[in-house]
């Protein structure tokens, strides 16, 4: 979420705010934020039985773990973030060994560059700079004069084979072969392309990150802890950015989808309304009969009452029914389509018990405020000119 904040076009260009140390632990340390960590990703060698490998190395948070990729997966999760273990990705496996879970508790040596900063220079003298001629920026300043890169090497225990890739997505750990704690790799201070960038502005001393990743407790504090970010001057981007055109558009599909509802309700309504004074028409003799014998206007409205409850009822069990059917065959359809593709089954509806009970009461009382002109109607009618009718 959180990145160093370029300026925008067009506006005067002020100095970027740097990422570094200290903003990390302002980060770290705001309302509702449980990890700040940020993304190490570097191509490198590994050595396996005396034979060289180029990979990918990430390093991994610890709660990568509860995110899914790694459900399945042969072997364990890392012990700890200071352990020297490491998981591999199964087409790194694969190129290592024919047996790949064969490689679980063996060694593996990778080599990378290390990052070593050389000492700051000391503060020159004005005065004396003067009369000496011209001196470097960094005499001036006092700042590291650069840094040096220096080979390493260091053995990690194979613990486990990932069989999926874990997902990429911002700021993630995807796209890595052999995967280590982060905590570890944060500590082995691997050379990386946003060293160089600090080294152009001068702040090689200081570590720097081209981007952190922060995650909170729930989705809906994302919003005030991106805003919390940006009031301390960096630049934010988060799922809820990416994802909002894509909400705008679900939001005027949603808006269609009241109409059609609407429509199709107001239809249903008035088929009700029609069956109900249908039924009155033709029973006028009935009613008559019924009032003679001794009915109230309030039997008489009772009675076409229960009538469109029942077809209500009813109406509502055949919704459900055929809203299910057409369901099962929208995701048996979908499930072939992905199949002949090799891709894994999903499911695209869900039809609860409470959404089943919902739909039938509401169907109930959709055809009981149908029924009320009706039901009124045939209550209103004269005994003697219903007797009449033929």
Do not use: C
Request: hydrophobic share 45%; aromatic share 8%; charged share 20%.
């Amino acid at each position: 979420m959180g990145r160093q904040n370029p300026p925008e076009s067009g506006a005067p260009r002020e100095p970027a705010k740097i990422l570094d140390d200290e903003g990390r632990r302002k980060i770290a340390g705001l309302p509702n934020v449980i990890e700040v960590y940020p993304e190490i990703r570097f191509p490198t060698e590994v050595q396996f039985e005396g034979k060289p490998y180029s990979t990918t190395v990430a390093g991994i948070p610890p709660s990568a773990k509860d995110e899914g990729a790694f459900d399945g997966m042969k072997g364990n999760f890392f012990s700890s973030q200071s352990s020297d273990e490491a998981i591999l990705q199964i087409e790194l496996a694969k190129d290592l060994s024919s047996q790949p879970d064969s490689l679980i508790g063996k060694n593996i040596v990778l080599r990378y560059a290390e990052r070593q900063p050389l000492p700051a220079e000391p503060k020159a003298n004005k005065n004396s700079s003067a009369s000496q001629g011209a001196v470097s920026t960094d005499e001036i300043t006092g700042q590291s004069a650069g840094f040096s890169i220096v080979p390493r090497e260091k053995t990690f225990r194979i613990i486990g084979i990932v069989e999926t890739e874990p997902a990429t997505s911002v700021g993630s750990f995807g796209r890595g072969r052999l995967l280590i704690p982060m905590q570890v790799a944060e500590v082995l201070r691997v050379a990386q392309a946003n060293d160089l960038r600090g080294l152009l502005r001068r702040s090689s001393s200081k570590q720097t990150y081209d981007s952190l990743t922060v995650r909170v407790k729930t989705p809906s504090q994302v919003k005030s802890v991106e805003d919390a970010i940006q009031q301390m001057g960096y630049g934010t981007f988060s799922l809820l950015d990416a994802t909002k055109a894509l909400r705008q558009v679900f939001e005027v599909f949603d808006l269609f989808l009241l109409i059609f509802g609407s429509l199709a309700l107001a239809v249903a309504s008035l088929g009700i309304v029609n069956t109900l004074v249908m039924a009155v028409l033709e029973r006028r003799r009935e009613i008559g009969i019924l009032k003679a014998l001794g009915a109230a206007n309030r039997d008489v409205r009772l009675l076409f009452f229960a009538e469109a409850g029942v077809m209500g009822f009813f109406g509502g069990i055949l919704g459900v029914i055929l809203g299910w059917l057409i369901g099962s065959a929208i995701t048996l359809a979908t499930n072939i389509s992905l199949h002949r593709r090799d891709l894994p089954s999903i499911n695209l509806t869900s039809v609860p018990w409470w959404l089943v009970g919902t739909a039938i009461v509401f169907s109930i009382l959709v055809s009981l405020a149908a029924g009320i002109y009706p039901a009124s109607r045939a209550a209103k009618l004269n005994p003697v000119e219903a007797l009449r009718y033929e």
